[in-house]
């Protein structure tokens, strides 16, 4: 039995963090902190090492492609998977996105099956 | 004594009936008529003395009708009958010319006194004419609406002219203002051997200056008999009418005259004569006038009418465009703004499922009920993603025949289900184009999907490439036909369907946009796009694309790339 991973979830939208929160840990596989304020998101990363980052692109602070940027280039943070999952769908962001070195792009609205199967898949190229 | 005429003109039943009866009673012979529309067919073909007619009517108003009458026959007199009298009302219609203004609730013995006082003054008037020699003359009137060209309209005026006067012969001059001197004639004869009479123009020009028709009879006037024929046969009367533009300036208004000559019965004209000719020429200045101004007003009207067609195309045009790119930019934001909500919904419904995991079946059906909806909804955004993504083209050579061929063969499955048949007739193949590849085949692709759907029970897909040269500039225009046998659809229909999110099919099969992508598509490829359709026949939509694209559109679309 694996220890309990921790994933982060960065997301300006409090009851979809709720949700998500809650279908992820009721697995029991997985504690999910989450910030809606994207700075302070950077900080939980930089502070508790997450196994993996779940990102949205449209915030009102910042936006998630340069949250994503800021975070490959810390060298605490840069080695932290990262999937996007937003509402965002096009191909500028896309590119972008994966420019920046992330590893999956997750478009909303997405089943909770669909979403476990990414980040078990992400996980397992890690080797995890 | 003949009975009069008359016609009452009310949009109210009862009113109609009432006078109707009244007036029948007392030896009129009435007509009714409901609106004022149908009052004005009636008078045109029939003659009538007098008309009642209510002020508020639908459509034509009793003073469009008093107008109107007075302008076909000033002799018939209008008494206007009304609910709501105002003072500049009845001012406008007695300045008209209507006889009288009676206001309702009325008194039919009132109608009655003041029907007579009209009848009386109307024979006054008309003391030295029958009636139904008027007839005649406002025929005239009528017809020289319907006279296709100039020697039509005089033939009618000549033929009047000897019809009222009882005139063996006569002419038409015409005046030119350039000149100054008589220009065209037209002369007619009711017999062959009917004796004419060659005119001093000269005489004659100076005579009708004076403006008022003449009556010259060889006893009385023989001098200016005589200077009018200067040569050969004398007639033992003339009557000689002035065409006149405006009776208060003869000299300067002047376009014409009438000349009619021998009467057949060998009489001399007399002073009724006089008066119809008089009459005669009234009208025939009046026709005149009005068909030079109608002949400008004609060519005015045709240059309008083009332009205002044009500008309607190219505004509807405009309109669509705009629609479809506002939905386009529109479509964008939307979807991001929905798909949010749309995550928390299938997030809050599945974090339900797992707490309550329940074996009632009602539960887990409302569950999956509404987990299909969320995807229902979400493929709605993902057709208008793909909508707004039809904005960016990539233009490149290509064959449209190969887009045509993958069209055919991604329609293949659908058709195969529906006995759909596919026909493909290519003039040139391969056909090198410019465009771009994945859009147009999207375009050929919708249009195609949805003739097989509009032919569920089979038929035929017909894929038709030709070419041909823009008629106007001359440039290579690549068409793209694809016919059904399908339900076709009615003209109200066709004019919807480029409309984004306008469809007839089933809920969850069809979002509307298929047609409104190709529209977007094609209008940013410069191409035309129509639809000829029959109901219960089939379909046909036609493409027509530049070969080459202009470079202007190039720049466009590097723009719009960058
Ligand atoms: N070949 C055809 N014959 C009869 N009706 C047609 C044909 N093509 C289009 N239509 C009509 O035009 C409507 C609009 O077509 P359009 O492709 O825009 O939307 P749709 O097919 O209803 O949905 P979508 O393509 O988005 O799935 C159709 O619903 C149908 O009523
Ligand atoms: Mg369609």
Known sequence: ?128 | MEKAKILVIDDEAVIRQLLLRTLSDKGYEVEVAEDGSRALEKIKSNVFNMLITDLKMPKVSGMEVLAEIKKINPYVEVIIITGYPTIDAAVEAIKIGAFDFICKPFDLLEIQTKIQLCLERQKRNLSHIQVTELTALFDLTKASILAHSVESLWELILTTALEVSGAQSGSVFLWDKQTNSFGKKFGKKLWEDAPTFTLNEEVLAKEIKKGETQLIIKEKDDKLIKELLSDGEEPNSLLIAPLVGNPLHCEESILGAVVVSAKASGDSFSERDKMLASILAGQAATILRNSELYGELEKKVEALKESIDKLHETQNQLIQTEKLASVGQLAFGIAHEIRNPLGIVLGGVEYLSTIIKTEDSDTNEAIAKIKKSISRANNIIVDLLKFSRASRLNIQEMDVCEIIDEVALLITNKAYFNSVKIEKSYQEDPLLMQGDVSMLRQVFFNICSNAVDAMPKGGVLSLNILKKSDESTGEDVVVVEIGDTGMGMSKEHCLRIFDPFFTTKDPGKGTGLGLSIVHMILERHDAKVWVESEEHKGTKFVIEMLQNKSVELKNKEGNNDG
Do not use: W
């Open chain 1, 1 to 128: 039995m694996m220890a309990k991973g921790t994933i982060l979830l960065i997301d300006d939208e409090e009851d979809f963090c709720f949700f998500v929160k809650r279908n992820l840990e009721r697995t029991g596989r997985f504690s999910v902190i989450y910030a809606t304020d994207p700075d302070q998101g950077i900080n939980l990363a930089k502070r508790n090492s997450p196994e993996i980052i779940l990102l949205d692109i449209t915030m009102p602070k910042k936006d998630g492609l340069q949250v994503l940027a800021q975070l490959k280039k810390d060298k605490k943070t840069m080695a932290i998977p990262i999937m996007m999952l937003t509402a965002v769908e096009d191909d500028q962001s896309k590119l972008t996105a994966a420019r920046c070195y992330c590893e999956d792009y997750i478009i909303k609205p997405v089943t909770f099956e669909a979403l476990q199967d990414k980040i078990h898949e992400v996980l397992s190229r890690q080797g995890k």
